[in-house]
């Protein structure tokens, strides 16, 4: 098994590619060890010393460090992914992964309004920040400003204001001008 290993924007996170679909239908994201136990990956993950998170997306894993060189945890990581895809362990042991309308909240009406806001970020956004090891979904829309979760890579990066405000919030003002702002919730 080769794993390939991109780095990301954001500093902090690597993006682990298994060269197999490691979540084919949704995301997970584990942001701390007590999350991860419906993930036999991500608690392998969580048990190499200095991972602070772990994001599961489509052909991707991002795991994001607290603390240590990426050289020196690197060798560990790239153990535990091989040793759970070999085991043939599944990914999630329960099913709750993500689901995109989990918790949502907007007017009923502007359904119209949001459902062309879900569609620009599932085909313009979400492909760009997957390629970067993160994900960024709907919350919600309230009073002009567009709520966002931004997960994986996403979450913590320095450049991720950058991404909101003059990447996405540009994007979505020019094809739905009643949004005035885009903010990330966590």
Known sequence: MFIQTEATPNPSTLKFLPGRLV???ST???RDSSEAGRSPLAER???VNGVAGVFLGHDFISVTKKEGEWQHMKPAILGAIMEHFMAGVP???TLKPHTADEG???DEG???LVETIKELIETRVRPAVAQDGGDITFQGFRDGVVYLNMRGSCAGCPSSTATLKHGIQNLLRHFVPEVREVEAVS
């Open 91 to 93: 990914v999630l042991a």
């Open 28 to 30: 997970a994201d584990f």
């Open 104 to 106: 949502e909240f907007f």
């Open 110 to 112: 502007d359904a119209e």
């Open 23 to 25: 979540l084919p239908e």
């Open 45 to 47: 993950l969580f048990a």
